[in-house]
């Protein structure tokens, strides 16, 4: 079945950087997008940024953009999220997460999500 794990997450001090990764099993990596969200404490989950199925396109939140950079890698099925010069504001549960087709219709698979805190 589609799996997703992060990991990465951590405490660092804000102006430092962490790289998330997440694993990926049970399904075609290739072939499809993938997406790191973010969810903080009180907050509705928001969308961090994307990556096109072959790397070539990746877009980023306004908030993260310049700081943080995804990438993937198509052998080893994993998305990356590099994060540099963390601000207190990105503390939060970040998720990987697909769209995928299914039998009963396309559907969002997620992770269950790699904790970052960032402090002062």
């Known amino acids: 079945q589609v799996q997703l794990v992060e990991s990465g997450g951590g405490t660092v001090k804000a102006g430092g950087s962490l790289r998330l990764s997440c694993a990926a099993s049970g399904f075609t990596f290739r072939n499809y997008p993938m997406m790191w969200y973010r969810q903080a404490s009180d907050k509705e989950r928001e969308w961090v940024a994307s990556?096109?199925?072959?790397?070539?396109?990746?877009n980023y939140a306004d908030s993260v953009k310049g700081r943080f950079t995804i990438s993937r890698d198509n052998v080893q099925n994993t998305v990356d999220l590099q994060m540099n010069s963390l601000k207190l504001e990105d503390t939060a549960v970040y998720y990987c997460?697909?769209?995928?087709?299914?039998?009963?219709?396309?559907?969002?698979?997620w992770g269950q999500g790699t904790h970052v805190t960032v402090s002062s």
């Open positions: 997460q697909t769209h995928l087709p299914t039998p009963t219709g396309p559907k969002d698979f």
């Open positions: 990556i096109s199925s072959v790397a070539a396109y990746t």
